[in-house]
C-alpha cells in the first residue's frame, strides 16, 4: 500500500464514508473506537472491513482513527484484523468439493 | 446502513478498577455471562463479571446465529439408550420455551438484534433420514413443539429452491435467528445500566475457597486484582474447565472449532433457516443479504490467545452440502470463511446450577449456547436470587461431575 501525506485522516467529516462495502460513516466508527480498542471488536459492532473487499480499503483509515483515539503510535503497532481465506471472492460452483462431503457427526442407517 | 452508535459498554468502566467484594461473580464475558449478569442486575442481585479478554470474542460472537430448536440427528441416533427419550422431551421443551425469550428479547432489551423468526426447515436425502424425519416429529408434538413434515409437491411449493429431488423437510415454524455480533453487548449494555458491574482482561488465575463459607466464600485472584465473593458462575464455555480446574472439578466438555462461510449480498430469496437432518449443514440468508453457510465442519485448534484457524477442505466441503440442498447458490461467491469455537458437553445436554461437593460454585454452560442461553440465564439468575429452581434435574453439575469421573 502507498504511503499517505500527513493531515489525510483529518479531512473526513462525520459523515464521510470510511466503509465503501458496508457504507459504514466515520461517526458510527468513532463511536466503536470510544467504546473499544480492538480493531476485531470495532469490526464486528460496525461492519467495516466485512464487505466484498474485506478491510483492503478501510483497514487503513480504521487503524488511524484507532491509533490517534487510544494514542497508540506508530499505527503498525496496532494488531490488525485477523486475515481469512478466500484472498478475493470465489464462486461456490467453482470450490465445492462433493467428494469431501462426510456423513455428519453421527450417521443415519438406512 | 445504520449511523447510530454501536451498543457496547464504555471502554473506562470495563477497565475500571475490580470492587473489594460482590455476592456473585460471574467468570466469562459471552452471551451466557452477560445475559445472567442482567437478569441479576434486573432482580437487585450484586453482580461483578469478569471476562479474560474482550466481550463476546469466542463462541457467543462467532456463532451463526441458529436458533436450534428441532431435535438434531446426533440427540435422535442416541434414542436406543435409557432414558434419552425422556429427556429428549426435557430438552424439546426448554427449546419451546427458549423460542418464546428470544421472540420479545428485543423488546425486553430495546434495541436491535436482528431477531428473524422465520422458521427452519430440516431437509432429507435418503429414505432412511426421511423415516428419522417422521420419528422426530412424532417426539417434538409429544413435548409441544409445533413441526410438520412436507413431501413431494407439498415441499417443492413451499419451498422452490430446494433441490427437486430432496425427499422431504421438516418445517419448524418457531426457528430463526439473531446477529450474534449484537446479543451478548446489548445484554452486557442493559446489566450495566441495571447494576452489574463488569470489566474485561480480568481472566481468573487463582480461586481460594474458605471452607467456613459466608459472604467472602471466594477469594479470587485475576489480572485485574482480588476480589472476594459469596457465590461463583462458571459461564466460560468451552474454556469451563480451565476454571473448575482451579477449584479441582472436571466438567464433561470439550472444544470444537467450528468453521463458516459467508457471501456476498444478493436479492432475499431465502427467508428460513436450512438444515439438514444427515449431514453438517446449517444455511440462512441473513439481515444483510449474504448467505451464512455452517454446520459444523472443523477448524483447527491453536493455542491461545491465537484464533482457532480455518481449513480450506472444510469449506469447500461445507459448500457442496449447501449447494446440493440449495442449488441457486452455485454462482454465488464466498468473500470469507471464519471459526468459532464450540462447547460440547458429553451427552449434549447443558450443565447449569449449584455443585453438590463445592456449593456455591456454579455452573452455566450449553452445547447449543447461542439458542439456550438466555433463557438458562435467565432460570439460574431466578435460583441465585429466590433460592428456588425450575432448571430441569438432567441438567445438574454433579450429573455431569460424576460422568466426567467415570468415563
Not at chain 1, 494514542?71 to 460452483?93: D, E, F, K, M, N
Not at chain 2, 413443539?145 to 423437510?169: I, K, M, N, Q, W
Not at chain 2, 479441582?248 to 472449532?257: K, S
Request: glycine share 8%; aromatic share 6%; proline share 6%.
Amino acid at each position: 500500500m502507498h504511503a499517505v501525506g500527513p493531515g489525510v485522516y483529518e479531512l473526513a467529516t462525520p459523515e464521510t464514508i470510511v466503509c465503501r462495502c458496508e457504507e459504514v460513516t466515520a461517526a458510527t466508527l468513532a463511536a466503536a473506537i470510544d467504546a473499544t480498542d480492538d480493531v476485531n471488536v470495532v469490526k464486528s459492532l460496525t461492519r467495516a472491513g466485512m464487505g466484498l473487499c474485506q478491510g483492503r480499503n478501510c483497514q487503513r483509515q480504521i487503524a488511524a482513527a484507532l491509533a490517534s483515539h487510544h494514542g497508540r503510535q506508530p499505527i503498525s503497532s496496532l494488531p490488525v484484523a485477523t486475515a481469512r481465506p478466500p484472498v478475493r471472492p470465489v464462486p461456490i460452483g467453482a470450490v465445492a468439493d462433493a467428494s469431501l462431503e462426510d456423513g455428519g457427526f453421527f450417521t443415519v442407517d438406512d | 446502513m445504520t449511523t447510530e452508535a454501536p451498543l457496547w459498554p464504555s471502554a473506562r468502566t470495563l477497565r475500571a478498577p475490580l470492587p473489594e467484594s460482590t455476592d456473585v461473580l460471574i467468570v466469562g464475558g459471552g452471551l451466557a455471562g452477560t445475559a445472567l449478569a442482567y437478569y441479576l442486575g434486573r432482580a437487585g442481585v450484586e453482580c461483578v463479571l469478569v471476562e479474560h479478554a474482550e466481550l463476546n470474542r469466542e463462541a457467543s460472537g462467532t456463532n451463526a446465529g441458529s436458533f436450534h430448536f428441532q431435535i438434531a440427528i446426533h440427540q435422535l441416533t442416541a434414542l436406543e439408550t435409557g432414558n434419552v427419550r425422556e429427556r429428549l422431551q426435557t430438552e424439546v421443551r426448554l427449546h419451546a420455551e427458549a423460542a418464546e425469550v428470544w421472540k420479545t428479547l428485543e423488546r425486553e432489551l430495546a434495541g436491535p438484534l436482528e431477531i428473524h423468526i422465520t422458521g427452519g426447515l430440516m431437509v432429507a436425502e435418503t429414505p432412511g433420514e426421511l423415516r428419522l424425519l417422521h420419528e422426530k416429529r412424532e417426539l417434538e408434538e409429544e413435548a409441544g413443539l409445533e413441526t410438520h413434515v412436507l413431501e413431494g409437491e407439498e415441499l417443492r411449493s413451499f419451498a422452490p429452491y430446494l433441490a427437486e429431488d430432496l425427499l422431504g423437510a421438516t418445517w419448524c415454524p418457531d426457528e430463526g435467528h439473531a446477529n450474534p455480533m449484537l446479543a451478548a453487548p446489548l445484554f452486557a449494555v442493559r446489566a450495566a445500566e441495571a447494576g452489574a458491574e463488569l470489566r474485561t482482561h480480568a481472566g481468573v488465575t487463582r480461586i481460594d475457597v474458605d471452607p467456613a463459607g459466608g459472604a467472602r466464600r471466594f477469594s479470587v485472584t485475576t489480572a485485574a486484582g482480588r476480589i472476594y465473593a459469596h457465590r461463583i458462575v462458571n459461564a466460560t464455555g468451552a474454556w469451563a474447565n480451565d476454571l473448575a480446574a482451579l477449584v479441582g472439578q472436571r466438567l464433561p466438555i470439550r472444544a470444537e472449532g467450528l468453521h463458516l462461510n459467508v457471501t456476498e449480498p444478493r436479492e432475499h430469496v431465502l427467508v428460513p433457516m436450512v438444515q439438514h437432518i444427515g449431514r453438517r449443514l446449517t444455511l440462512k440468508q441473513s439481515t444483510s443479504d449474504t448467505f451464512i453457510i455452517g454446520g459444523g465442519w472443523p477448524a483447527n485448534p491453536e493455542p491461545p490467545p491465537r484464533r482457532f484457524s480455518t481449513r480450506w477442505e472444510s469449506t469447500a466441503g461445507n459448500v457442496a452440502v449447501a449447494v446440493r440442498v440449495v442449488p441457486l447458490l452455485a454462482d454465488v461467491r464466498i468473500v470469507r470463511t471464519w471459526s468459532g469455537v464450540m462447547a460440547f458437553t458429553e451427552d449434549l445436554a447443558p450443565i447449569v446450577g449449584d455443585s453438590g461437593r463445592l456449593p456455591g460454585f456454579y455452573t452455566l454452560i450449553a452445547t447449543t449456547g447461542f439458542t439456550l442461553s438466555p433463557l438458562l440465564a435467565q432460570l439460574l439468575a431466578e435460583e441465585l436470587a429466590t433460592g428456588r429452581s425450575a432448571i430441569p434435574p438432567e441438567y445438574s453439575v454433579d450429573r455431569a461431575s460424576a460422568q466426567a469421573t467415570t468415563t
